[in-house]
């Protein structure tokens, strides 16, 4: 990110203007083309640039490696305690951005809701545990608000937010509680009940917690165990 935002500012290049194309970006900033893509979704995320189909990607705002928005971390002394301080930024994110989409959501944003909705699904049932499949139904209901602001929190918060579906989490059973409620939420959104919509996703995160203080102690539990 800071090498793109460094490229950027050298190139003197000003909002309106088209960015080099992928394969430029790859010869410039010597990375591969995942690596390029990945930055440029991000600096999607956050309102830097944006991508016209047929067109390319076009820049929205100055920006240098002084200014752009780095992921946040989180010091905690243990994954648990990091996990449960993701929770409580959730709780107020989620909830809102849940209840503005009910209200705000489109007949489109309805439709992709529901697409990864069914692509979560899917995944959960056939291996238990669909961590970026989540992700990305969460991700359109923050769409669905029409606040651009809730997507950039995300992408600021995301890698956190992502270190749910790392070890010890990755456990097939873990989130299998909250699974039917992402549906309820959906259902909600289509609706166009806020209320209810804020609630399912209070519902969500609560499982989640508990999921999470639960898990914590059966890890505790297993090295207690394998250092005996």
């Excluded at 999607?44 to 189909?53: I, M, N, P």
């Excluded at 209840?99 to 944003?109: C, G, I, N, P, V």
């Excluded at 899917?122 to 608000?145: C, I, M, Q, R």
């Amino acid at each position: 990110m800071k090498a793109l935002a460094d490229y950027i500012a050298q190139s003197n290049l000003r909002p309106g203007e088209r960015l080099p194309t992928e394969r430029e970006l790859m010869q410039s900033l010597a990375v591969g083309r995942s690596t390029v893509r990945e930055v440029i979704r991000q600096f999607q995320a956050l309102g830097v640039v944006e991508s016209r189909k047929g067109s390319g990607t076009y820049l929205l705002r100055g920006i240098s490696s002084d200014t752009i928005h780095m992921p946040l971390s989180i010091d905690a002394g243990t994954l648990r305690e990091g996990l449960l301080a993701t929770l409580d930024i959730r709780r107020g994110l989620e909830a809102e951005a849940g209840a503005l989409a009910a209200l705000r959501r489109t007949q489109a944003d309805l439709d992709i809701i529901e697409e990864k909705l069914e692509a979560m699904e899917k995944v959960h049932l056939a291996e238990g545990t669909s961590g970026k499949y989540d992700l990305a139904f969460h991700l359109s209901v923050y769409d669905a608000s029409h606040n651009p602001m809730f997507g950039q929190l995300l992408e600021q918060m995301r890698e956190a937010f992502e270190r749910f579906w790392t070890k010890p989490f990755d456990r097939p059973d873990f989130a299998g509680r909250s699974f039917p409620f992402h549906r309820t939420l959906f259902e909600a959104i289509a609706a166009q009940d806020p209320e209810r919509a804020r609630r399912e996703t209070l519902t969500i995160l609560e499982i989640v917690e508990e999921d999470i203080r639960e898990m914590s102690q059966d890890t505790a539990r297993h090295s207690d165990k394998v250092e005996t």
